[in-house]
């Protein structure tokens, strides 16, 4: 009697177990799934967000290109001028005239050895809120601080960090060019020419937005120094550091048994970017 009590109440017992055994099945189903999908949408989240990011440092770097294009279009033409609307990505546009100092040295390692140039030229950059782009990455021209290649930019746009955060900045490096072949009094004459974009002239800016810009050359200045060397140097170095960077291009100088002549000219030219307000 005893036994058929026993089996009765397992009989009764197991299909309970059995109905409880459903829901705690299913909350841990509920739980796998919903653990899954807050996954997938964080990641789903930080790749939208990621994508967004690489979309507004795309569309400023093109944005500064054709600030660049506009600026390079006004460049050894005093009067010209023409208009530039940087769209907004979301950063700070920042003219700063006063900053980026650009000194330039020259020497032959015998008897010239002399700073030319020492002053800011200015320089334009816009702040990033956010940039994944490794910082150094060229978007126009490339590290060297002086060329004297044909053909290289005197543009450098290119990303980077100031310890502020991510920036695309645009400054203008200087460029050399030189001929020779010419003889005076028997010595052989040296022609160097250096370019420089200053942007002095120009307004401090720093706001975010949409903004209008007209950009001048509102001159183009030049200064000559003649060097006569009387032995018989193989080049003509050219140094110059630019915010902060090092950086110099050699010359190579024919001579005589008379010795050489060095013309050197400076030509800045001047390059204000003023704001636009209705």
Request: include cysteine; charged fraction near 10%; charge should be negative.
């Amino acid at each position: 009697m005893a036994s058929n009590s026993h089996n009765f109440m397992s009989e009764r017992l197991a299909p309970s177990k059995r109905a409880l055994a459903l829901p705690i099945t299913f909350l841990i189903l509920l739980a796998s799934t919903l653990s899954i999908v807050s996954v997938t949408y964080y990641f789903a989240v930080e790749r939208i967000s990621t994508q967004s990011q690489t979309l507004k440092v795309s569309t400023a770097k093109q944005n500064f290109l054709s600030f660049d294009n506009a600026v390079v279009s006004t460049l050894w033409q005093p009067g010209s001028s023409t208009t530039f609307e940087v769209p907004d990505s979301g950063g700070t546009t920042n003219i700063q005239p006063a900053n980026n100092t650009l000194t330039i040295s020259v020497y032959d390692n015998a008897s010239i050895d002399e700073t030319i140039f020492n002053s800011s030229i200015g320089q334009i950059n816009y702040a990033l809120p956010f940039s994944s782009w490794p910082s150094g990455l060229y978007f126009e021209g490339d590290s060297r601080t002086i060329t004297n290649q044909s053909g290289s930019p005197i543009s450098q746009l290119f990303l980077a960090n100031n310890g502020q955060g991510p920036q695309i900045q645009l400054q203008y490096r200087p460029l050399v060019t030189y001929a020779s072949g010419e003889t005076i009094n028997g010595q052989e004459v040296t022609n160097v020419r250096i370019y420089i974009v200053s942007l002095n002239g120009s307004d401090t800016v720093a706001l975010q937005g949409k903004l209008p810009f007209k950009i001048a050359c509102t001159s183009v200045q030049s200064t000559t120094n003649s060097f006569q060397i009387s032995n018989q140097p193989e080049s003509f170095s050219i140094a110059a550091q630019l915010n902060g960077a090092n950086g110099s291009v050699s010359i190579p100088i024919p001579s005589t048994s008379d010795g050489s002549i060095i013309n050197l000219e400076t030509v800045i030219s001047n390059i204000a970017i003023t704001r636009l307000t209705s």
